[in-house]
């Protein structure tokens, strides 16, 4: 436990087996995690024995997709707390110590792998990949007048359980664009957001999906168009969150002073109803 409140890592595997076991193990020395979930998803032979050498425990999502695991752990936690990373050796345990300080104040706490001095040698953040992210992230800010968002396809992240939790059935995307999809519906229900930078470093084990340029431009377009999409249907987003509880100013354990955060672009937002031209 940490400060009295219990937290959950979930790891998502489909080809990790060279480094879940290591990965997992660093969770463990940390000491303040109480429950570590492995999501096998129709993951390489031998996965599941390089888990059971540990105290993790695991289950099966047969449905592939790197969110439809993440979903699957999501459910599977009823933790204060979810820390989300991928068990490919990209990210360091320690730094779940830096997204647990913003936990006080924020609901949500997401990792970014742009800020160049946290970028190890061999990491697979070359200059597509990392510009590419944060124009991304940028546009995502900037149309919903967010706090300052540098990042939007880092697995590494810190969310509230019960918000998580609450918003299981407003989730749509099953495949790589799943962690924006969980931002934008974090910003939409009012929760508050804070991204901060995290290591990230060389991949073990078998290539990951955006080292082909390919499949990375791909995804990288889903991910804008998915930002689209979520921007004309704001309001009824916003409704169908409200209808469910899934907002913060619905949640009881809501964590951080009152207000509204400050936001980078004041002249983007929308005047309150008493002054607007009538």
């Avoid at 390089?50 to 449905?63: D, G, Q, Y």
């Amino acid at each position: 436990m940490w400060n009295g409140q219990t937290i959950a890592v979930i790891f998502p595997t489909y080809r990790e087996r060279a480094s879940i076991r290591s990965v997992i193990e660093s969770f463990e020395a940390l000491g303040i995690v109480d429950d570590l979930i492995v999501v096998n998803n129709n993951a390489e032979p031998g996965t599941s024995e390089e888990v059971a050498a540990t105290s993790a425990r695991e289950v099966f999502e047969p449905r592939q997709g790197y969110g439809a695991a993440i979903r699957r752990g999501i459910a599977e936690s009823d933790a204060d707390w979810v820390c989300i990373v991928e068990p490919d050796g990209t990210f360091a345990a320690a730094d779940l110590w830096k997204l647990l300080s913003y936990s006080t104040e924020f609901d949500f706490v997401y990792g970014s792998r742009t800020l160049r001095d946290l970028i190890w040698d061999g990491a697979n953040m070359g200059r597509f990949l990392r510009w590419g992210n944060w124009a991304v992230a940028k546009l995502m800010e900037t149309v919903f007048n967010t706090s300052s968002l540098s990042d939007v396809g880092c697995t590494m992240r810190l969310v509230r359980g019960s918000a998580a939790r609450a918003m299981q059935r407003h989730f749509t995307v099953f495949d790589g664009a799943f962690g924006p999809e969980m931002m934008l519906l974090s910003i939409i229900g009012g929760w508050r957001v804070i991204q901060i930078p995290v290591n990230y470093r060389a991949r073990a084990g078998r290539p990951g999906t955006t080292e082909s340029f390919r499949q990375a431009l791909a995804i990288g377009l889903q991910m804008i168009a998915l930002v689209g999409s979520y921007r004309l249907r704001r309001r009824r987003v916003a409704a169908a969150l409200a209808a469910t509880g899934a907002t913060r100013a619905q949640s009881r354990d809501a964590a951080g002073p009152g207000g509204e955060p400050v936001h980078m672009f004041p002249w983007f937002r929308p005047l309150p109803r008493s002054r607007r031209t009538r």
